[in-house]
């Protein structure tokens, strides 16, 4: 069984269709990624798996079960991770408190919700603070910022800030970890860093859906590339078919015109 299925996902925005009926299912260890010209509907399908948008209709199952449309609201979904493609870090915090931010928040909610209080409930925070704090900064470590773990977004590049926005996104753990555009605001020189940490996630075996414009490294990076076009899967298939064997005169035009 897949990881993940999507089954005919729409997508509206008043009167306009932004999504068509998107159907593709990817497994687990894998990395999926979506290409396509502006206004094709990839940002949408990432924000609307995420729940950052509500789809207007169709399913999303993760390991069988029907997570959208949801039988009740849910409180947390921690089976997406999203990595903005602006980075979205909290100015007035540090890379280590952008990073612990959600840990703590989220251990703070689940202590509410078993209704614990007063010195029982500061005493579980402040431990679990502690906690967090070292998974905070393995995360840092990881992503090669062990030495700018006390500056604040305004002191880092924008390789850096991004770096931090990818540990932020692993801080809990998701099934799936997905990055819309990850290196759009970045000058070229510091795409590399960013995309030397996405590569080795992979190799770790992370499950990663890609959106991006960098043709070579989705070349090199994905197990299965989606061409999208106008709210709909044009096509699909391993990098060597969609690159270099296209069957769609869509797929043609936009590696041909170099559209992205």
């Given at each position: 069984?897949?990881?993940?299925?999507?089954?005919?996902?729409?997508?509206?925005?008043?009167?306009?269709?932004?999504?068509?009926?998107?159907?593709?299912?990817?497994?687990?260890g894998?990395?999926?990624?979506?290409?396509?010209?502006?206004?094709?509907?990839?940002?949408?399908?990432?924000?609307?798996?995420?729940?950052?948008?509500?789809?207007?209709?169709?399913?999303?199952?993760?390991?069988?079960?029907?997570?959208?449309?949801?039988?009740?609201?849910?409180?947390?979904?921690?089976?997406?991770?999203?990595?903005?493609?602006?980075?979205?870090?909290?100015?007035?915090?540090?890379?280590?408190?952008?990073?612990?931010?959600a840990?703590?928040?989220?251990?703070?909610?689940?202590?509410k919700?078993?209704?614990?209080?007063?010195?029982?409930?500061?005493?579980?925070?402040?431990?679990?603070?502690?906690?967090?704090?070292?998974?905070?900064?393995?995360?840092?470590?990881?992503?090669?910022?062990?030495?700018?773990?006390?500056?604040?977004?305004?002191?880092?590049?924008?390789?850096q800030?991004?770096?931090?926005?990818?540990?932020?996104?692993?801080a809990?753990?998701?099934?799936?970890?997905?990055?819309?555009?990850?290196?759009?605001?970045?000058?070229?020189?510091?795409?590399?860093?960013?995309?030397?940490?996405?590569?080795?996630?992979k190799?770790?075996?992370?499950?990663?859906?890609?959106?991006?414009?960098?043709?070579?490294?989705?070349k090199?990076?994905?197990?299965?590339v989606?061409?999208?076009?106008d709210?709909?899967?044009?096509?699909?298939?391993?990098?060597?078919?969609?690159?270099?064997n296209?069957?769609?005169?869509?797929?043609?035009?936009?590696?041909?015109?170099?559209?992205?």
């Amino acid at each position: 069984m897949a990881l993940l299925q999507v089954e005919n996902l729409t997508k509206n925005f008043n009167d306009t269709q932004v999504l068509k009926g998107v159907s593709f299912e990817l497994e687990k260890g894998e990395v999926l990624t979506i290409i396509g010209s502006s206004g094709s509907g990839k940002t949408t399908l990432l924000r609307c798996l995420n729940f950052l948008e509500v789809a207007s209709g169709g399913k999303i199952l993760v390991n069988g079960e029907v997570i959208f449309p949801a039988k009740k609201q849910m409180k947390n979904n921690l089976t997406f991770g999203l990595v903005f493609q602006s980075f979205n870090l909290f100015p007035q915090y540090t890379a280590l408190q952008n990073v612990t931010l959600a840990m703590d928040l989220t251990f703070q909610n689940s202590l509410k919700e078993k209704k614990i209080r007063g010195f029982a409930f500061k005493k579980a925070v402040k431990e679990n603070k502690a906690i967090n704090d070292i998974t905070a900064k393995q995360l840092l470590e990881r992503v090669g910022l062990a030495d700018k773990m006390q500056n604040y977004p305004c002191e880092l590049s924008g390789g850096q800030q991004q770096r931090v926005a990818i540990a932020r996104a692993l801080a809990l753990s998701p099934d799936i970890l997905c990055f819309d555009e990850p290196t759009s605001a970045l000058d070229p020189e510091l795409t590399g860093e960013v995309l030397k940490v996405i590569k080795s996630l992979k190799e770790e075996g992370r499950t990663m859906i890609i959106v991006t414009h960098e043709m070579d490294f989705a070349k090199n990076v994905s197990d299965k590339v989606i061409f999208m076009a106008d709210g709909v899967i044009e096509e699909e298939g391993t990098p060597i078919q969609v690159f270099d064997n296209p069957l769609s005169e869509k797929t043609k035009a936009f590696l041909s015109k170099g559209e992205f």
